[in-house]
Nanobody
């Protein structure tokens, strides 16, 4: 069964940084658009960032642009989300997702076919 495994979450103070990683269980994911989403308690899941399979095209939600950076290393079969200048409102469970059908990164969650279990990010004030 295909799996996406996130890691790197934790507790950080406001203004701090974290780097999340997503390691798919199969190397075929190196050909997929990959994305990050998040869901805070009591809120709907929201898009964070996405990246094309080569890594040349990235797409961010407006509120994350400039603070978050998505990247990928296909040789290591890993996707990253570098998060800087974290704020308490960034507290959420962060999910990695894979889109096997499209070539352009998108913020539409229905585009994504595979999802990880999520990793908790908590930002204290």
């Amino acid at each position: 069964q295909v799996q996406l495994v996130e890691s790197g979450g934790g507790l950080v103070q406001a203004g701090g940084s974290l780097r999340l990683s997503c390691a798919p269980s199969e190397r075929t994911f190196s050909r997929y658009v990959m994305g990050w989403f998040r869901q805070a308690p009591g809120k709907e899941r929201e898009f964070v960032a996405a990246i094309s399979w080569i890594g040349r095209v990235t797409y961010y939600a407006g509120s994350m642009k400039g603070r978050f950076t998505i990247s990928r290393d296909n040789a290591k079969n890993t996707v990253y989300l570098q998060m800087n200048s974290l704020k308490p409102e960034d507290t959420a469970v962060y999910y990695c997702a894979a889109d096997r059908r499209n070539s352009d990164p998108s913020g539409r969650d229905t585009n994504y076919d595979y999802w990880g279990q999520g990793t908790q990010v908590t930002v204290s004030s």
